[in-house]
Nanobody, 114 residues
Framework: QVQLVESGGGLVQAGGSLRLSCAAS????????MAWHRQAPGKQRELVAT???????YYSDSVKGRFTISRDNAKMTVYLQMNTLKPEDTAVYYC????????WGQGTQVTVSS
């Protein structure tokens, strides 16, 4: 069992930065891949970035070079540093992982104004 709680969302102007956090509880040490997804109004949820236990990362083309995913296993927390934000980054951001099943957090709203 894993519980995921996101925080750090908010309203920011274009070009600004935000750092999202995903605090996990439960069997965090058993988790390999952690991921951030996002869902904009009227659009499907999309994968933004992933990180493995060993630190290997993946980024979608839309955020590559602007977002950085990181992981602190001691704090059981995954971060998403978002720089040079654009209005099209506006979405609800979700933390997710797979253990015995897919787990999602409740999401945190990110709004980027132009």
């Amino acid at each position: 069992q894993v519980q995921l709680v996101e925080s750090g969302g908010g309203l920011v102007q274009a070009g600004g930065s935000l750092r999202l956090s995903c605090a996990a509880s439960g069997s965090f040490s058993s988790i390999n891949i952690m991921a951030w997804h996002r869902q904009a109004p009227g659009k499907q949820r999309e994968l933004v970035a992933t990180i493995t236990r060993g630190g290997s990362t993946y980024y979608s083309d839309s955020v590559k070079g602007r977002f950085t995913i990181s992981r602190d296993n001691a704090k059981m927390t995954v971060y998403l540093q978002m720089n040079t934000l654009k209005p099209e980054d506006t979405a609800v951001y979700y933390c997710a992982t797979v253990l015995d099943r897919l787990y999602w957090g409740q999401g945190t709203q990110v709004t980027v104004s132009s």
